[in-house]
């Protein structure tokens, strides 16, 4: 497994994270409308380019990736089929080999992944709502 940063993802590379963004969010958030991750692929793969790209790959597939802009990590999404192998792990790892202190938002219903940050390190230092889907958030910070 390679572990590398991109900033511009090439068509290919776009195509295949955007459909592991797309899987991902619809597993992940079972409590909102896969429509909504539907309406907001187009807009979620233009700003994808806009941001600093971790890719994990194997034999020229990405398994996973971790979308940075500045310090806050936008997504966080692993295939279905490699996950629970330390490749999200690996990725932010890079990611606060980068930048420090990181922050991001994830849903409080997504109980996986708040386990998985708090694990690595991150604590709730907010909690609201997030206006397009009426779902409460935390915003979590990498503990220094």
């Known amino acids: 497994m ?3 940063i991109v900033n511009k993802l ?6 295949q ?9 619809t597993q992940a958030h079972d ?3 896969p429509d909504y991750w539907r309406k907001n692929y ?5 700003q994808i380019q806009d941001a600093r790209l971790i890719l994990a790959e194997q034999d020229d597939q990405i398994c996973g990736f971790l979308g940075l802009v500045d310090a806050y990590i936008a997504g966080l999404f692993v295939r279905k089929d490699v996950q629970n192998q330390g490749l999200g792990t690996k990725l932010v790892a890079r ?5 420090s202190p990181l922050t991001l938002s994830v849903y409080q219903k997504n109980d996986h992944a708040v386990k998985f940050y ?7 230092v907010k ?3 997030d206006v397009d889907t009426n779902e409460v958030e935390f915003t979590m910070e990498a503990a220094e």
Not at 10 to 15: A, K
């Open 95 to 99: 990611a606060k080999a980068i930048k």
């Open 10 to 15: 090439n068509e290919t590379q776009l195509q």
């Open 127 to 129: 909690q609201g709502v």
């Open 118 to 124: 708090q694990a690595h390190g991150f604590v709730i």
């Open 42 to 46: 187009a807009a979620v793969a233009k």
């Open 31 to 33: 409590f909102i409308q």
């Open 17 to 25: 994270v955007m459909s592991i963004w797309l899987l991902g969010n």
């Open 2 to 4: 390679q572990i590398k």
